[in-house]
């Protein structure tokens, strides 16, 4: 049994301008409300494109729907002479809770590290929000054997410096890249392998009260079809969802997994 709530996290990538989001957030609402999700049973997050994000803040003012939403990157950087980025400070003035940072697709087509991803929590820590810190193994890793050593890794470099309270407040997302957008989803038994080795890695590290507070998250072609056994691992605390998060019927039953 566990305190933590439940985080449903919905990466929508680069799609939908901001009236298309307009419509799929008033979509969500309407599904949820109609299969009586409870807020207190999961967190429902929306991780829309910059230029969506005050279109959804209008819609979330007041509080009248209970989504939150974030970001999907940030820069390291307060403010200044980094044409084209966007500040944590900027972001939490538009109401965000949550930055997605480190995501494989970043990882991999601009060359993150995990120093720069440690930063860019770093800088959404000092601007009231939660990073949600992505992790994972891709598919030569994982046909190795590696994905526990190579995920701690990431992990270990991701979280370096941070104290425990910070930790426990966090998110990590493990999301081994061979699942991401492929329709391969990891088998339960494998997403609880590696997200029960993160939270003993950082009970190791951080002690008890981080360990227990952090929630784990995994990703990779999650749909409502197989949500469930995902859902029933012990370390497992939620989801990050890609692909299916631009379906309101789709995310909704996954948000209503319980
Ligand atoms: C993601 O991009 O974080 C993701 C998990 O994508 P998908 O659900 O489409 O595999």
């Not at 193994?137 to 979280?159: C, M």
Request: hydrophobic letters at 40%.
């Amino acid at each position: 049994t566990t305190t933590r709530t439940p985080l449903m996290a919905g990466n929508w990538k680069m799609n939908l301008d901001h009236a298309e989001a307009v419509h799929l957030v008033q979509k969500l609402a309407w599904t949820l409300q109609d299969k009586k999700h409870d807020p207190a049973r999961a967190e429902v997050v929306v991780i829309p494109p910059f230029t969506d994000l005050r279109s959804v803040q209008t819609l979330v003012d007041g509080d009248r729907l209970k989504l939150a939403y974030g970001a999907q990157d940030v820069s390291t950087e307060a403010s200044g002479a980094r044409t084209g980025e966007i500040s944590a400070h900027m972001l939490a003035r538009l109401g965000c809770r949550y930055v997605v940072v480190g995501h494989s697709e970043r990882r991999e087509f601009h060359a993150e590290s995990d120093e720069l991803v440690n930063a860019k929590a770093r800088a959404t820590l000092g601007a009231g929000m939660t990073p949600i810190v992505c992790v994972g193994e891709g598919l030569e890793v994982r046909q190795a054997g590696d994905q526990v050593a190579h995920t701690l890794a990431q992990v270990d470099g991701s979280l370096a410096g941070f104290g425990a309270e910070e930790v426990a407040g966090l998110v990590v997302a493990y999301e081994p890249v061979w699942a991401i957008g492929t329709g391969e989803v990891a088998t339960p038994d494998d997403a609880q392998e590696v997200c029960g080795a993160i939270r003993a890695r950082v009970r190791e590290v951080h002690g008890d009260a981080a360990a227990d507070g952090l929630r784990v998250l995994y990703g990779g072609s999650v749909k409502a079809a197989n949500v469930a056994g995902i859902m029933a691992q012990t370390d497992v605390d939620g989801c990050l969802v890609g692909g299916a998060s631009l379906q309101a019927d789709e995310f909704g039953g996954i948000c209503r997994f319980y």
